[in-house]
T-cell receptor, first 113, second 112 residues
Framework: NAGVTQTPKFQVLKTGQSMTLQCAQD?????MYWYRQDPGMGLRLIYY???????DKGEVPNGYNVSRLNKREFSLRLESAAPSQTSVYFC????????????FGSGTRLTVV | QKEVEQNSGPLSVPEGAIASLNCTYS??????FFWYRQYSGKSPELIMFIYSNGDKEDGRFTAQLNKASQYVSLLIRDSQPSDSATYLC????????????FGKGTLLTVNP
């Protein structure tokens, strides 16, 4: 019963490098989300996928792209990493119109140097 | 811009006391409300959700909702040092995208 699995847990990138953060859920949830969390800023929505086959921008989408590969998987890509993208990234999923909130993954701590 | 406001704290209470955490929200159309607990270096975990005005109790936790005042609170009775964490308030405005808007969180410290 894994829930939401994120990989990797830690990553250090150089400015300009690219990488993809992976997220998979095994709860048959329809909706998936990517947030970033910075000190003093709370959780901010980057992109979301309300259902398989759809993706939409959240509050802070610049510098990111996403792919909803199938119902289980939702990846976040940084094409050209910048130090401002140093953050902790959380993937979350939900069903039943989010009436019971989200289930979060364990997070990816990303540092861009 | 839909906003969720929380006092950042830190809120410090002695062990055994009641901790009271507060949250206000700007969108009157909001339909469901959540409290998450986040330990340092960990991911948020859901501890309570509430949809209707009034109180909802679960063990030592009570969530209170007042939609007219756009206010939701969390009471923690008999606070324990293990309750020391950041508490995040989240609000669902009921749209088809099922997005939650989070407050910035209140840091609670329970002193032995």
């Amino acid at each position: 019963n894994a829930g939401v699995t994120q990989t990797p847990k830690f990553q250090v990138l150089k400015t300009g490098q690219s990488m993809t953060l992976q997220c998979a859920q095994d709860m048959n949830h329809n909706s998936m989300y990517w947030y970033r969390q910075d000190p003093g800023m709370g959780l901010r929505l980057i992109y979301y996928s309300a259902s398989e086959g759809t993706t939409d921008k959240g509050e802070v989408p610049n510098g990111y792209n996403v792919s909803r590969l199938n119902k289980r998987e939702f990846s976040l890509r940084l094409e050209s990493a910048a130090p401002s993208q140093t953050s902790v990234y959380f993937c979350a999923s939900t069903s039943d119109r989010a009436r019971r909130g989200y289930t979060f993954g364990s997070g990816t701590r990303l540092t861009v140097v | 811009q839909k906003e969720v406001e929380q006092n950042s704290g830190p809120l410090s209470v002695p062990e055994g006391a009641i901790a009271s955490l507060n949250c206000t929200y700007s969108d009157r159309g909001s339909q469901s409300f959540f409290w998450y607990r986040q330990y340092s270096g960990k991911s948020p975990e859901l501890i309570m959700f509430i949809y209707s005005n009034g109180d909802k109790e679960d063990g030592r936790f009570t969530a209170q909702l007042n939609k007219a005042s756009q206010y939701v609170s969390l009471l923690i009775r008999d606070s324990q040092p293990s309750d020391s964490a950041t508490y995040l308030c989240a609000v669902n405005n009921g749209g088809s995208n099922y997005k939650l808007t989070f407050g910035k969180g209140t840091l609670l410290t329970v002193n032995p």
